[in-house]
């Protein structure tokens, strides 16, 4: 349990899923069994990416990405400033260097506008150019996939998806509409820890369409260990595989998706009807002509003092709340990396509030924080 009365995010588990582990468990099938291939094929079938690597986390899919389009020292990532800190140190890990860019203040997502002048002034001034980009779909709102690909296609340069947020949703306009997250770029990732859309109680997942990058990464997956009856390795490997108990969850909660996300859709719909009545609140924006998955409702207030009162009232009433992450360019490890923006991934942090938004989350629970919100707002 998570201790608090009303929580943030937290797993919808019921009995098909405990029967489901019970049964793996009493055949022996813990570290290694047939669903691990059955839960890849439905992501692939949910996605339309032709081919899916389950991992151990949503972080672990993102090295391997790395790994497999052969980014190392020397290069450079663009990467949203406004993030968890996991869409970054991936990029450290492999000894390439992230270039921080601002994000949009309406989603807050990455801002393709400025990628393109930092890609232009690059090309200018006859400099490397990017390895790749990661994309990160923030609170499971798509993010500029069409502007994006037109870079990549322009610049020849690799879009990482960070899906992490995003299982089922779909990019909207364009010459990619109706694509699957995860499934648009080059490499995709998903995360299926404890708070996500659906859980395997921790795991990740690579998507792509290219099979060579697949067959790559799941190499380097299970210690890079080569065919046969010996323990053979080619190349330095990782322990990043999935366990199949994680899969036989992960299988019984991909078949109640549809379901979650139209209640984390409708969560947000009843939060922007009531709240942004009031004229001092604004919900972070979805673009109607996408379908994301409304991860976690995020409300924008005035200023960070309202924010911080705001967060303090539902927190002393056992409601948990929680801000945006600190922008990464303010963040200890990444303070000298280069952030091309105007500060507003910290306006949004000062300012934006999540609230709860379990998909198991009762209408009288989501009643009583908005009554929490407005009696704040109208006393402030």
């Given at each position: 349990m998570s201790g608090w009365k009303i929580p943030l995010a937290i797993p919808n588990v019921g009995a098909e899923e405990a029967r489901a582990v019970h049964d793996a468990i009493m055949a022996g099938d813990l570290a290694i069994g047939r669903e691990q291939e059955h839960f890849e094929r439905f992501v692939t079938d949910i996605t339309g990416a032709k081919f899916a690597v389950s991992v151990s986390s949503g972080t672990a899919a993102l090295h391997l990405a790395l790994l497999v389009l052969g980014i190392g020292?020397?290069?450079?990532?663009?990467?949203?400033?406004?993030?968890?800190?996991?869409?970054?140190?991936?990029?450290?890990?492999?000894g390439a260097t992230p270039v921080l860019i601002d994000v949009k203040p309406d989603s807050g997502n990455i801002d393709v506008d400025l990628i393109t002048t930092f890609l232009e002034d690059l090309q200018?001034?006859?400099?490397?150019?990017?390895?790749?980009?990661?994309?990160?779909?923030?609170?499971?709102?798509?993010?500029?996939?069409?502007?994006?690909?037109?870079?990549?296609?322009?610049?020849?340069?690799?879009?990482?998806?960070?899906?992490?947020?995003?299982?089922?949703?779909?990019?909207?306009?364009?010459?990619?509409?109706?694509?699957?997250?995860?499934?648009?770029?080059?490499?995709?990732?998903?995360?299926?820890?404890?708070?996500?859309?659906?859980?395997?109680?921790?795991?990740?997942?690579?998507?792509?369409?290219?099979?060579?990058?697949?067959?790559?990464?799941?190499?380097?997956?299970?210690?890079?260990?080569?065919?046969?009856?010996?323990?053979?390795?080619?190349?330095?490997g990782y322990n990043y595989r999935m366990s199949n108990i994680s899969a036989t969850l992960g299988i019984e909660q991909l078949k109640k998706l549809r379901e979650f996300i139209s209640a984390?859709?409708?969560?947000?719909?009843?939060?922007?009807?009531?709240?942004e009545l009031i004229g001092d609140i604004k919900m972070m924006d979805t673009n109607p002509e996408n379908n994301g998955t409304c991860w976690l409702s995020t409300a924008l207030f005035?200023?960070?003092?309202?924010?911080?009162?705001?967060?303090?009232?539902?927190?002393?009433?056992?409601?948990?709340?929680?801000?945006?992450?600190?922008?990464?360019?303010?963040?200890?490890?990444?303070?000298?990396?280069?952030?091309?923006?105007?500060?507003?991934?910290?306006?949004?942090?000062?300012?934006?509030?999540?609230?709860?938004?379990?998909?198991?989350?009762?209408?009288?629970?989501?009643?009583?924080?908005?009554?929490?919100?407005?009696?704040?707002?109208?006393?402030?």
């Open positions: 020292p020397g290069d450079t990532v663009v990467v949203p400033d406004l993030t968890f800190i996991a869409s970054v140190n991936p990029i450290s890990y492999v200018k001034e006859q400099l490397p150019l990017p390895k790749a980009i990661v994309a990160v779909h923030l609170l499971g709102e798509p993010c500029d996939m069409e502007g994006l690909m037109s870079l990549s296609k322009e610049y020849g340069i690799d879009i990482i998806e960070d899906a992490a947020e995003s299982l089922g949703a779909t990019y909207g306009p364009g010459s990619i509409a109706y694509k699957s997250t995860g499934s648009i770029g080059k490499i995709g990732i998903i995360s299926f820890n404890g708070n996500k859309v659906v859980t395997t109680g921790g795991g990740g997942m690579l998507l792509t369409n290219d099979g060579a990058l697949a067959s790559k990464a799941r190499h380097l997956s299970t210690q890079a260990r080569l065919a046969g009856n010996y323990y053979n390795h080619d190349v330095v984390k859709r409708s969560i947000y719909r009843h939060y922007q009807d009531s709240l005035q200023d960070k003092k309202t924010r911080v009162k705001v967060e303090a009232h539902l927190r002393n009433l056992g409601i948990e709340c929680r801000a945006l992450w600190t922008p990464i360019h303010l963040q200890t490890p990444y303070r000298d990396s280069l952030y091309i923006g105007t500060g507003v991934s910290s306006n949004l942090a000062d300012c934006a509030l999540s609230l709860p938004s379990s998909t198991s989350l009762k209408e009288s629970e989501q009643r009583e924080v908005i009554d929490v919100v407005i009696s704040t707002l109208i006393n402030h």
